[in-house]
T-cell receptor
Framework: GAGVSQSPSNKVTEKGKDVELRCDPI?????LYWYRQRLGQGLEFLIY????????KSGLPSDRFSAERTGESVSTLTIQRTQQEDSAVYLC????????????FGPGTRLLVL | GENVEQHPSTLSVQEGDSAVIKCTYS??????FPWYKQELGKGPQLIID?????GEKKDQRIAVTLNKTAKHFSLHITETQPEDSAVYFC??????????????FGRGTQLTVWP
């Protein structure tokens, strides 16, 4: 079946603008994760959704970052008042449920803040 | 929380040689250790994983070993090929409380296989 998809694949924005990044998880996967990958770095956990439970937002770096998920489908990561240090690849992953260990990643959204 | 260290950051080998990447973790409750391969411009792809009740796992040219006592695990690639060139990430899955389910990643190893 289809894998995790993300859009847009690339986004260039000006400092101070808001951006929205979208993730479509694998159908039937109840767990969804967002990660940030800065150039040459590992993946940094941002937020985690599991079914209808309250999300784990403990990885969000500031209150400019927020994310929502509609049921067990699409998720949107929003960055308000973007800063240059927000430039990174934003990766989404999904897994069957919280107990499932394997996470499947999307191709990422490359964000550049000028 | 969990802390994962990965070495080396870069690794160059000749085609046909073996490559070894090593990782350590800090939380003894971590119980799942995946390895991901990331090619340029793509998302990470799972290549092999190991659970804490197993010491070694092999899949064709790729093997992973786990030493729970020492809290380290390694990726071994034999008979390397140019298409193995990529960034490899190790990760550990949080095993307790608020860390449960999260993957904690190493900083990656850029593997280059020269023909």
């Amino acid at each position: 079946g289809a894998g995790v998809s993300q859009s847009p694949s690339n986004k260039v924005t000006e400092k101070g603008k808001d951006v929205e990044l979208r993730c479509d998880p694998i159908s039937g996967h109840t767990a969804l994760y967002w990660y940030r990958q800065r150039l040459g770095q590992g993946l940094e956990f941002l937020i985690y959704f599991q079914g209808n439970s309250a999300p784990d937002k403990s990885g969000l770096p500031s209150d400019r970052f927020s994310a929502e998920r509609t049921g067990e489908s699409v998720s949107t990561l929003t960055i308000q008042r973007t800063q240059q240090e927000d430039s990174a690849v934003y990766l989404c992953a999904s897994s069957l449920d919280q107990g499932s260990e394997t996470q499947y990643f999307g191709p990422g959204t490359r964000l550049l803040v000028l | 929380g969990e802390n994962v260290e990965q070495h080396p950051s870069t690794l160059s080998v000749q085609e046909g040689d073996s490559a070894v990447i090593k990782c350590t973790y800090s939380d003894s409750a971590s119980n799942y250790f995946p390895w991901y391969k990331q090619e340029l411009g793509k998302g990470p792809q799972l290549i092999i994983d190991i659970r804490s009740n197993v010491g070694e796992k092999k899949d064709q040219r790729i093997a992973v070993t786990l030493n729970k006592t020492a809290k380290h695990f390694s990726l071994h690639i034999t008979e390397t090929q140019p298409e193995d060139s990529a960034v490899y990430f190790c990760a550990a899955r949080g095993g307790r409380g608020s860390t449960l389910g999260r993957l904690y990643f190493g900083r990656g190893t850029q593997l280059t296989v020269w023909p």
